[in-house]
């Protein structure tokens, strides 16, 4: 399996997703330059954190105009997995690949520290390898990760099952009904706030991430690989 991360200028968690694919899940990973015109290779696209055209306007408000997010689209409609992370979920909502959007943290504060999450949703390509109502730690860092959705938005999300995670204990953005990570309709576009890529390795803290990406290989496999 082939996996493309997507890379914009000012993206800062890029080579933390790389690694986690390359040498954490084993499969094959390329950095894709923001004006890239094809993700026909890929078998599945990653949009990572940091602060694309530095969160000018807001964030992931000009990233969306990349070149490569044409074909990001393209990958989306094709039924491909897209994960975007942090910065990742701020470009799918300005895509409008997901719905609603991100406001600045409650508390107007950039936010670092790792946070407990629940799996709100076990049945996605993103989380089969998770027990529904597991509670997993996993990293946030950001200061836009205040989630927003109006109300006849919100009851879609709920009738679909598209709210994929929620912030376990407290709420640390104010996002609404603690929301942390939401799917597309169709499933296969996830946007979360919080890093699984960081959260790999028990040395560094946790590896609750890694069920995510072991979960996107097992989904490809079970589609593409004959006795898999
Ligand atoms: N780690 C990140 O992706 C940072 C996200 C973002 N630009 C913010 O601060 O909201």
Known sequence: MKFAVIVFPGSNCDIDMYHAIKDEIGEEVDYVWHDADNLENYDA??????????????????????????????AAEQGKPVLGVCNGFQVLLETG?????????DSLKFICKTVPLTVENNETMFTNGYEKNDVIQI???????????????????KENNQIVFT???????GSVENIAGITNEAGNVLGMMPHPERAMD???????????????????????????
């Open 202 to 228: 028990t040395l560094l803290g946790s590896e609750d991430g890694k069920k995510l990406f072991q979960s996107i290989v097992k989904h490809w496999r079970e589609k593409h690989v004959v006795n898999a």
């Open 45 to 74: 696209i990653l949009l990572p954190g940091g602060f694309s055209y530095g969160d000018y306007l807001r964030s992931g408000a000009i990233a969306r105009f990349s070149n490569v997010m044409k074909e990001v689209v393209k």
């Open 139 to 157: 990293p946030i860092a950001h200061g836009e990760g205040n989630y927003f959705c109006d109300e006849e938005t919100m009851i879609t999300l």
């Open 97 to 105: 690949l997901l719905p609603g959007a991100m406001r600045r943290n």
């Open 167 to 173: 912030y376990t204990d407290e709420n640390p953005n």
